[in-house]
């Protein structure tokens, strides 16, 4: 299944909401949530010190789950948390995908 590097920032109060549950809460909440959608949750971390994303998740979802990732947005922004997500490869993923875009012409060339 294609992995996500999935990033939360946290409103202030999701920010608050996190401190009072613990982490432990959320990343169950999110774990289901993500079962749901037939997508699993790899890794889970926390980040509240730094400017920037609060949290960084490593999501496995199935191929063509475009939608997967639309309701676990959709379900973070009305809790008060942003997501941006970016498809991540490993270095034998990515070697194929190099293969492939040999042979893909580039436009003016």
């Known amino acids: 299944m ?3 590097l999935i990033q939360a920032t946290f409103n202030q109060e999701a920010a608050k909401r996190l401190i009072e ?4 809460k959320r990343a169950a909440a999110v774990q289901e949530l993500l079962k ?4 699993r949750l790899e890794s889970l971390y ?3 010190q730094n400017d920037g ?3 960084f998740g490593i999501v496995e ?3 063509g ?3 997967a990732l639309g309701v676990i947005a959709l379900a973070g922004r009305t809790a008060g948390i942003t997501l941006t997500a970016r498809r991540i490869f490993t270095p034998e993923e990515l070697d194929k995908v190099a293969a492939k ?3 893909v012409p580039v436009p003016g060339k």
Do not use: I, N
């Open 65 to 67: 789950g475009a939608d």
């Open 101 to 103: 875009s040999k042979g």
């Open 61 to 63: 979802v199935p191929v």
């Open 2 to 4: 294609p992995k996500f």
């Open 21 to 24: 549950d613990g982490g432990t």
């Open 36 to 39: 749901q959608q037939e997508a």
């Open 53 to 55: 994303p609060d949290a």
């Open 46 to 48: 926390f980040s509240p």
